[in-house]
C-alpha cells in the first residue's frame, strides 16, 4: 500500500459552514501566503500528472534493425489499447479487486474490534496496547515486507517450522496463498494506524449517552453495536476508503516478496506492471498510460462508494 | 519531446564536429597536457573499481578520469543512464551489459569509436570482443563475462557415490541418484527467477535464440534445441527431483550452507557469491565443466548474463580519451586483477596467463580443496558461442521469460509452454517498437 493517502489526517466535518455563507473578496497578501503551496503542488503534484497523461499518447518508433535513433511519435490511445488488451495486465487489475474484496472486509474489522476493545468501559493498560497496536505503522513498508518474507520463506523461517511441526499449513509463498500473505503483511502494518483513526471517532462521542444506554440496561456489546458503530460510521467509510485506494494501488510488499517466490510475476499487480515497464524495459509512454488508468480506476471506485454509502441524502462526510 | 530531440540532434552535431576536428591531431597516446589533464567522467557499480581507475590516473597524467557509483544497471543504473543521454549530460564511459548494449545502441546511447579503438581487437576474447561490435563499428570494450561451471559440494558426492555429470543425462541421473540417498537434499534448484541463467542454458544447449537477416531481427527461442533443455527441467521437476527455491535469495543461501542444494550451474563470480554466503563449507566444494548435450562434438559453455563492457557514450567530447581508458582498465594486467579479486568476472583479455591471482589464489582456491578453479573457467570461456546476439529488448525478455517460467514452475502449463510464449511475446515486442522481425 502506498501509505502516502493513508497518512492524511481524517478530517471528516466539511467546510465551516461560516465560511460557505460570506464569500471574501480576495486579498493580494493572501495569495502571498499561498503562493509556496500552489507552486509546490503544481510543480511537484500537477505538472508530473500532466506530463505523464501527455507522455502516453506517444511511443517510440525504431525501424529495421533498430541501429538507428528512434523516434517520437504520436500513439493516440494506442498505449492505452495496449495495457487493456495485455491479459497480464488486466488479470493484475482482476487480481487488486479480488485483494480489495478479502482485504478491505479483514481491515475494517481488525480496526473496529481493537477500537471498540480500547474504548470500552472495561479496558486496561490502554495506552499501553493502543502503542503497541500502532507500532506497526512507524515500520517502514519495505522493511515489513522483508520482515515477513524472512517468516514466510521455509528455510528461514521459524513459523513454518512451528506450523510444520504441528501438521498445519505452512506454505505461504504459492500461487494459492501468497495473496493472503501479503493482506496479512497490509493488515498488521495498518490496522493499528486504522484503529486510531476509530479511536478519535469514538472519543468524540458524548459519554452521557453510554450513561443513558447503561440505564436503560443496556451491555457493552448493545452499546457498541446500536451507539458506537453508528457514531462512527464517518470515519469507517474513511478508512474503508483510504484501504480500498491502498489495495488498489498494492505495489510495495508484492515488489519485496517477488524474489523469494515464483507466484509473483513483474506484471502481478497494475502498479507492478506500470513500474516494470517505465524501470525495468524503458517503456514510459506505456507506463504512464497504465498510470492513468490506475488513477482513473482507483478514482472511480472510491468515489463510487462514497456515492453508494452517502445516497439518500444520508450524507457522513 | 520536439525540444529534447533537437537538443538531442545538437549534441550530436557537437560531437561529429569535435570527432571531425579531432581527426587530424594525434591519436591520444597517454599524452594530453597533464597541467591541463582531459577530464572523463565514469559510471559503473563495480566494487572496488576506484583502485582501477587511481590506477589509470596515475599512470595517465594526461588523462583524469572521475568515477561515480550508480545502481547497477537492471535496479535503475542504466534508466539513469539512458536519461543522462538524453538531457545531454551523459558520462563519457559506463558500465553496460552486454545484453544491454543493443538497447542502448537503439535508443542512440552509444558512440562509434572505432578509429580509436578496432587497434585494440586482438586484446581481447573474440566472443567477448564481438558484443561491442554491430555492423562492423566498434561502440564498447568488453570487461568480464560470466563462463559457466557447475559448482558442486565433493564431499557430499563423495558420500553418496555420485561423479560430476560429464552429460545432461548424467546430470538428470545424478539428481535421482541424490534424492534417493537423501531426501533433503537436491542437486540444484531450478532458478526460474534467473532470466540470464535460463538464457545461458539454452544459449549452452544450441541454436542461438537471435540473429539477423538482412536488415531483419530473425527470432528462433522456440528451437529444438532449447526446447530439448526446457524438457530435461521439465522433467526434473515434475519428478521434484530439483528444488524450486530462487537462487541467490535467503531461502537458496541457507539451503548452500546445510547441504539441502548441493551444486549450482553458475557462473564464474559465483564463486564469490558461495564463499561469502556459504563460509562454513570451505574446502568441500569443487567446479567441474558444465554437462554436455550429447552430439555437441567440442565442448560448448555458455556466459551468464553474457558479460559487462565499459560503454563509450554518445556526447562524450573526448572519444580517443575515453576509449583509451576503456581499453586499459580492461586489458592491463593491474586493472584486470584488480577487477577479478573484486570478484566481477572472468576477464575478456586473451592472456590471462599475465594475471598472477588466475595462477595462485590462497583465499579461493583452498576452498575448492586447493582446485585451481580458474582453469575450469578459462576452458568454459573460449567455448562460448561467437553466434549469440543480444536483441535490441533484452530487459522485455527477461521480464517476460521469468514471468512465464514462473507460472510453469507454479503448474500452468510447461517449461516447453514457457518457451514458445516468450518467442511470441519477443516477436510481438519487437514489433510493437517498429523493428523488421521474422519468427523462427
Redesign the interface.
Known amino acids: 500500500m502506498t501509505g502516502v493517502l493513508q497518512r492524511t489526517p481524517g478530517t471528516g466535518t466539511g467546510a465551516p459552514a461560516q465560511a460557505r455563507r460570506r464569500p471574501r473578496r480576495l486579498r493580494p497578501h493572501v495569495l502571498v501566503f499561498v503562493a509556496p503551496f500552489f507552486t509546490a503542488f503544481a510543480l511537484f503534484f500537477l505538472a508530473p500528472i500532466g506530463y505523464a497523461i501527455y507522455q502516453s499518447f506517444f511511443k517510440l518508433t525504431s525501424s529495421g534493425l533498430g541501429l538507428t535513433e528512434p523516434t517520437v511519435d504520436f500513439a493516440g490511445l494506442g498505449n492505452y489499447v495496449t495495457a487493456l488488451t495485455d491479459e497480464a495486465f488486466t488479470g493484475s487489475v482482476v487480481r487488486v479487486l479480488v485483494f480489495s474484496a478479502i482485504e478491505v472486509p479483514i481491515m475494517v474489522v481488525c480496526a473496529l474490534g481493537l477500537a471498540l476493545l480500547l474504548d470500552s468501559a472495561r479496558a486496561r493498560f490502554r495506552a499501553f496496547f493502543r502503542v503497541s497496536y500502532f507500532l506497526p505503522y512507524g515500520v517502514p513498508g519495505v522493511i515489513a515486507s522483508l520482515l515477513w518474507g524472512f517468516l514466510y520463506v521455509p528455510q528461514t523461517s521459524p513459523l513454518v517450522d512451528l506450523l510444520a511441526a504441528a501438521g498445519l499449513p505452512h506454505d505461504f509463498l504459492r500461487a494459492d496463498t501468497i495473496l493472503l500473505a501479503i493482506a496479512n503483511i497490509a493488515t498488521w502494518q495498518f490496522a493499528g494506524y486504522n484503529m486510531l483513526v476509530l479511536i478519535a471517532g469514538l472519543q468524540a462521542v458524548p459519554r452521557e449517552l453510554y450513561e443513558a444506554a447503561r440505564v436503560d440496561g443496556a451491555g457493552e456489546l448493545r452499546i457498541a453495536w446500536h451507539i458506537k458503530i453508528p457514531l462512527v460510521r464517518a470515519p469507517l467509510i474513511l478508512i474503508t476508503v483510504f484501504t480500498l485506494i491502498g489495495t488498489l494501488q498494492l505495489f510495495v510488499e508484492p515488489l519485496i516478496l517477488k524474489p523469494m517466490t515464483t507466484a509473483i510475476t513483474s506484471d502481478y499487480t497494475p502498479n507492478l506492471a506500470a513500474y516494470n515497464q517505465a524501470f525495468g524495459q524503458a517503456n514510459t509512454h506505456l507506463a504512464s498510460a497504465m498510470a492513468t488508468l490506475i488513477a482513473i480506476m482507483a478514482f472511480v471506485i472510491s468515489f463510487g462508494f462514497l456515492r453508494l454509502v452517502n445516497r439518500k441524502g444520508n450524507r457522513a462526510w | 519531446?520536439r525540444s529534447k530531440?533537437a537538443r538531442?540532434a545538437a549534441a550530436l552535431a557537437a560531437v561529429t564536429l569535435a570527432a571531425a576536428c579531432g581527426a587530424g591531431e594525434p591519436a591520444a597516446d597517454g599524452g594530453g597536457d597533464p597541467a591541463q589533464p582531459v577530464e572523463l567522467t565514469f559510471w559503473s557499480w563495480v566494487p572496488d573499481i576506484q583502485k582501477a581507475v587511481d590506477a589509470f590516473n596515475a599512470a595517465h597524467p594526461g588523462i583524469k578520469v572521475n568515477l561515480e557509483t550508480v545502481t547497477p544497471g537492471?535496479d535503475?543504473g542504466?534508466?539513469k543512464m539512458?536519461a543522462a543521454v538524453k538531457a545531454g549530460n551523459a558520462p563519457d564511459v559506463a558500465q553496460v551489459g552486454y545484453d544491454s548494449l543493443?538497447?542502448f545502441?537503439?535508443?542512440?546511447a552509444l558512440e562509434d569509436v572505432t578509429e580509436h579503438a578496432e587497434g585494440h581487437a586482438g586484446k581481447f576474447v573474440d566472443w567477448q570482443w564481438q558484443t561491442g561490435v554491430?555492423?562492423g563499428k566498434v561502440y564498447a570494450i568488453p570487461q568480464a563475462s560470466g563462463p559457466m561451471g557447475f559448482y558442486y559440494r565433493k564431499d557430499l558426492f563423495d558420500k553418496w557415490g555420485v561423479e560430476p555429470p560429464k552429460t545432461w543425462d548424467d546430470f538428470a541421473a545424478a539428481a535421482k541418484t541424490i534424492q534417493e540417498k537423501d531426501e533433503d537434499a537436491y542437486i540444484s534448484t531450478f532458478a526460474?527467477?534467473q532470466a540470464p541463467w535460463m538464457i545461458a542454458l539454452a544459449q549452452q544447449a544450441g541454436q542461438q535464440w537471435f540473429g539477423?537477416e538482412g536488415?531483419?531481427?530473425k527470432v528462433t527461442i522456440d528451437n529444438p534445441d532449447t526446447r530439448r533443455m526446457a524438457d530435461l527441467w521439465q522433467k526434473l521437476l515434475d519428478d521434484k527431483l530439483v528444488k524450486?527455491?530462487?537462487d541467490m535469495?535467503?531461502?537458496?543461501y541457507?539451503?548452500l550452507q546445510t547441504g539441502?542444494i548441493a551444486g549450482w550451474i553458475g557462473g564464474s563470480w559465483g564463486d564469490a557469491i558461495i564463499r561469502g554466503n556459504a563460509p562454513g563449507t570451505s574446502g568441500k566444494w569443487a567446479v567441474a565443466p558444465i554437462p554436455q548435450w550429447p552430439g555437441a562434438g567440442e565442448f560448448t559453455s555458455a556466459s551468464w548474463g553474457g558479460g559487462s563492457a565499459s560503454a563509450i557514450l554518445k556526447g562524450t567530447g573526448n572519444p580517443a580519451a575515453a576509449t583509451e581508458f576503456a581499453v586499459w582498465l580492461n586489458s592491463d594486467p593491474a586493472s584486470v586483477d584488480i577487477l577479478l579479486s573484486a570478484g566481477y568476472g572472468w576477464p575478456s583479455i586473451k592472456d590471462t596467463g599475465q594475471i598472477p591471482s588466475l595462477q595462485q589464489d590462497d583465499t579461493v582456491f583452498p576452498f575448492y580443496g586447493g582446485q585451481n578453479i580458474w582453469d575450469v573457467f578459462k576452458e568454459a570461456d573460449a567455448a562460448v558461442s561467437l553466434d549469440w546476439r543480444w536483441p535490441?529488448?533484452s530487459?522485455?525478455l527477461?521480464?517476460t521469460l521469468?514471468?512465464n517460467a514462473?507460472?510453469a514452475?507454479?503448474?500452468n502449463g510447461t517449461l516447453a509452454d514457457a518457451i514458445a510464449k516468450t518467442q511470441q511475446a519477443m516477436v510481438e515486442e519487437m514489433k510493437?517498437?517498429?523493428?523488421?522481425v521474422t519468427g523462427g
Not at chain 2, 432 to 436: D, H, R
Open positions: 519531446m530531440l538531442a537492471p535503475g542504466y534508466a539512458l543493443p538497447s545502441l537503439v535508443n542512440g554491430f555492423a526460474a527467477n539477423i536488415d531483419s531481427w524450486t527455491v530462487a535469495s535467503n531461502g537458496w541457507k539451503d539441502s535490441p529488448v530487459d522485455a527477461y521480464a521469468t514471468d514462473k507460472a514452475v507454479e503448474g510493437a517498437k517498429g523493428l523488421n
